[in-house]
């Protein structure tokens, strides 16, 4: 059954999505050792490989072994070659290597080896057949052979045509992928002439796709070299324009999908060309010196570009260890038990499984993607994390619906679950928990309690696997609940303003093992759903509500410094600042001034014991920057607001702020003060562009903004006059020019 094919709905054949004669060789290889770890093996080989024939043009082009290792290292390092062949299996991951080797024989004047990697990588998809056309426009334009450069295009044009428009036809009755294009128009034609008459939505459509960050990407890696030889570069034109013209943003990813892996080679060989155009340049501009010396102190400055390019790029989004995208993948328990499930399908089944467990199931005539069950007679599912392409209550509701039908639990453990036609069992083993019941943290004092019913053991903020964020609640029930609690985790900004949250994407946990089944004193993990958050900071806010009445319990801390907001029903659990490789890394709390001279109570509810200033003289038109340094001594009755106001010699007022307090990570309004909690508070007020030079004094207080009354003030840094103001001196600020 050549090409067979049902993973992807409403296809039975892969010649109806891509056309890849390449897998029928591969096909036999796969025989001899059948299962994903060949391809990724063959694949990871191929790849590498690649690095031969561009070291072959480096030295042909260069004269040098060490420039040829230069750009061998530099193919190994280029994030795009990187993260083709890190995602998954794909027959166009392959093309690099043999575009590079048809490249080499055709400069080389090895017409044979030439033709056999042209086949090659034609082979590979049904668009590569249009960069070895461009290979046989080079051959007629630039290297003055008209023969062979007429016959690679003639032959390379009728390929890709008969792959697009007459073998997807026959099998999909067109190309599906023609919906990326159809606002360029409805058929081929329609294309073609859209693209020769609206220069306006062809701009457009670069600009959305951000054409110019795509090229940077793509010759950052080379140091912008590869622009010296422009003649290579544009051989890459027909895999520019399919990507960049695509309304499918994936297709405008350089350094994590597959898409611009064929351009890559393109880059890398106009970087070879671009270096020695560069070289001999030079040398003639200094022929008079010794031709040694001036390729030496030429190509050496160029050599470390191109050298420290290909590192810095590999450091930012290369997957190699050392790489922005590198991570280390290991084996856990979780993915051992899923081999005992594997075990419990016999090969004639017919399987619907998530798209991250369908290659384990194989090597079978049928294998679907959950949710797409058709005639499948197992499904096998992971719920314990995402659940593309459904949202993972979608797929608590379909479980429910094929246990409902005439499906059963043939098998479940530490979180998956093997269902099959005819099995009479409905509810989960025991086991099916595990994957939910957390180890007892080190040092298990509780960090929050919910409503006496609950308490919070541990915190983690981690990456995946895929680099994206994960938060690890562990939580345990302190008595027997009735009720379904959900868990409401938040990521918030400086403001308080929520980044993401569980809102609409809850933990796993609240749909297979509710709160009404936990053991009291059974530590359960509560996991977050991966989220490729682009915030370079955050705060972790955690709330427990009632499932029923959607009403938040009421936290108490373990410590005195957690902060609670909300009225004591949301807490903040910590401050993460972003860093490369560790992912995510818990922020310290800066220490607050403190200075008993200049303490000054607020009404008997909180004190001021210190502040810092970053400067006393300013400009007029300046900033006044100032941290004030707070201690609660009772629990403030209310969301006092703060002043400071700047007063000149004859105390008038010049300038003022008024605000409700902050501290370095979001709002604190006073009613969240509890006592023996230390605030800092960094403000900054603006000095007046007109405002005369001269000394001016900073004051503060606290009032009560619905009624302007300010609170009373009193302390060792308070003077008579102050204290009857209710106001306390902060500071003498010098304007100066």
Sequence with gaps: QPFHFTNQPGAVNRLSLHVEPILLPIAALYRLYPGPPMLLALQATVVALGAWPLFALARHRLGSDWWALLFGVAFLLNPTIQAANWLEFHPVTLAPTFLIAAFYFLVTGRTGWFACFAVLAAACKEEIALLILMMGLYAWAILRRPRL??????????????????????????NIHWARYGYLGDTPLQMVRTLLTRPDLIWAQLTQADALSYLGLLLLPVGFVALLAPEVLILALPSLGINLLADFPPMHQVTTLIYAAPIAPFVLMAAVIGARRAVMWVARATASRPQARRI?????????????????????????????????????DHHRRAAAL?????????????????????????????????????????????AWPLHPADVRR???????????????????????????????????????????????????????????????????????????????????????LRFYIAYLDRTGAVIHDT???????????????WTPGEP???????????????????????????????????????????????????????????????????AIPSDPMVEAAFGNQVRLEGWRLSRTTVAPGELIHFALGWRTLQRPVFDYSVFVHLLDSNGVKVAQLDWQPHDEFGPRPMTTWRPGQTILDGQELLAPSE????????????????????????????????????VIQIEIIQVRR
């Design 296 to 332: 030496r102190y030429v190509g050496l400055p160029l050599a470390l570009l191109i050298g420290v390019s290909a590192l810095f790029a590999h450091q930012q989004f290369g997957y190699l260890p050392g790489g922005g995208n590198f991570r280390l993948y290991t084996i856990t």
């Design 342 to 386: 594997l075990a419990h399908i016999p090969p004639e089944a017919r399987v619907s499984a998530q798209d991250r467990l369908n290659p384990h199931v194989s090597g079978r005539e049928t294998v679907y993607i959950f949710p797409r069950i058709d005639d499948a007679d197992t499904i096998l599912l992971d719920v314990t994390g995402p």
């Design 691 to 726: 405002l005369a030079l001269g000394d001016y004094t900073l004051v503060l207080g606290v009032y009560d903004w619905r009624t302007g009354e300010r609170l009373a003030v009193e302390g060792a840094g308070v003077r008579p006059e102050q204290a009857a103001e209710q």
């Design 524 to 590: 359960v993990l509560v996991q977050t759903l991966p989220w490729a958050l682009q915030a370079g900071a955050f705060t972790l806010a955690v709330a427990v509500e009632d499932a029923l009445v959607g009403a938040r319990l009421p936290l108490a801390p373990g410590n005195a410094e957690l902060v609670l907001l909300e009225g004591d029903t949301l807490a903040r659990l910590g401050h993460y600042q972003q860093t490369r490789p560790l992912g995510w890394v818990a922020t310290p709390v800066t």
């Design 149 to 174: 450069g007429l016959a690679t295009m003639t032959l390379s044009l009728g390929w890709a045509l008969t792959a697009v428009l007459v073998i997807q036809h026959w099998f999909a009755d067109g």
């Design 398 to 484: 379909a479980v429910d619906e094929l246990l409902a039908d005439d499906f059963g639990v043939a098998a479940a453990d530490d979180g998956y679950l093997l269902l099959r036609k005819g099995v009479a069992a409905q509810t989960m083993p025991a086991s099916f928990y595990s994957a939910w019941r957390a180890p007892m943290p080190v040092g298990s004092d509780a960090i929050l309690t919910a409503d006496g019913a609950l308490e919070l053991l541990d915190v983690r903020v981690a990456t995946d696997s895929h680099g994206e964020l994960v938060t690890q609640l562990v939580w345990r029930a302190l008595k027997p609940i009735d009720r379904a």
């Design 503 to 517: 809102e609409f994407y809850p933990p796993a946990v609240e749909l297979w093992y509710p709160t009404s089944k």
